[in-house]
């Protein structure tokens, strides 16, 4: 027997033993045992946690502490040792810290959200963050992955990495939920199936939040289709607030605005009270009429109404599927980047004058939106009640919006408007079963798709 792999990361030391046959390995092979020390020993199917510093796989120090430090359980690596955040707290006036749940880790998008959180650039430097970390069982290696980047960037902010496979234990106390994993649509999957399959991870994670999350949590919906996944989870969740539930159509914000200030010869800083309506699908309709740019209406600073009516709503409406095209998958940091974006308009003032776009409830006079009647008066807008609609917000700043009542409607907007609003009805009949409505009854439009599908 031979000693021929040594591990160099303390929290990873393992040692092992090979006999004389196997001394001559490859490259592969070694990365390959590499890989296996990482990996837990034996995990239940619901295991949460992957604290990669077990007793039995930690190799005694050359200097032995009279104690063995205290470490916390629902941890990663190096964020299960201690520390002292109180003296962090009192020294740098930093906040307490809040949790993170997010799903969907091991993807592209948490890959390049989850060093944005950590950073500080979205909750702010002053706010430590703890991020839990929901993947699958098949993407659990990968979520290790990601959890030992996120320990080697060193971010004095983040202050606990947990990795699980079960909602319900991920989602424990969180603050935030960023509910980005859905199962995209394979070749030959009707949209009613999409709809099923996303319906019923969201149904549970819905019902998971509502266990065991904090009451208050901010739930925002990306993945596909993320208005009725919203729509699904908040109303598997009736003891948080309906108002918490966010889907994300901010990433179609920063589109329309940047297409804007494009054709007004400007740069996109000078875009504003830009509102998404409706669906995150090819009918969601980009507000040229309200939206402003230099402070003036976009109509004023456009005069070619054609290129607003024809080219600009659908450029708006394909930009997702137009993405696809080129990457040959769906948008990553763009999407990454409005998640952080739509995070920060909830958590910071919303400029005088300003607003910005945001999937929400649009049934606040319905029961199932828990506290209506403390945060607005209805949907001044006469939009179905009951579904998850994208709509103008402007928020305090302290995690909460109200809807904005200052906006101006013609009939082209109204037509586009019903158009999506129809096809959110539609979306809801089809998961009715999954709502507590009875029986679905898929009647989709023909035309109903994402972004992405075209
Ligand atoms: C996007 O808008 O980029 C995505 O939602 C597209 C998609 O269908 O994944």
New binding site residues.
Partial sequence: MAVVAELSSSSYTKTTRLNSSQLSLSSNHLSYLRRRAFRPITRPRNATVSCSITPNQVQAPIAVPAEEPKRKNDCYGVFCQTYDLKAEEETKSWKKFINIAVSGAAGMISNHLLFKLASGEVFGPDQPIALKLLGSERSFQALEGVAMELEDSLYPLLREVSIGIDPYEVFQDAEWALLIGAK?RGPGMERAGLLDINGQIFAEQGKALNAVASQNVKVIVVG?PCNTNALICLKNAPNIPAKNFHALTR??ENRAKCQLALKAGVFYDKVSNMTIWGN?SITQVPDFLNARINGLPVKEVIKDHKWLEEDFTEIIQK???V??QKWGR??AAS?AVSIADAIKSLVTPTPEGDWFSSGVSSCPLNVICYYSQVYTNGNPYGIAEDIVFSMPCRSKGDGDYELVKDVIFDNYLLKRITKTEAELLAEKRCVAHLIGEGVAFCDLPEDTM????M
């Fill in positions: 995209p596909n990433l179609d995150h930009r997702g599927g993405l696809i769906s948008s999407t994402l972004p992405g599908e």
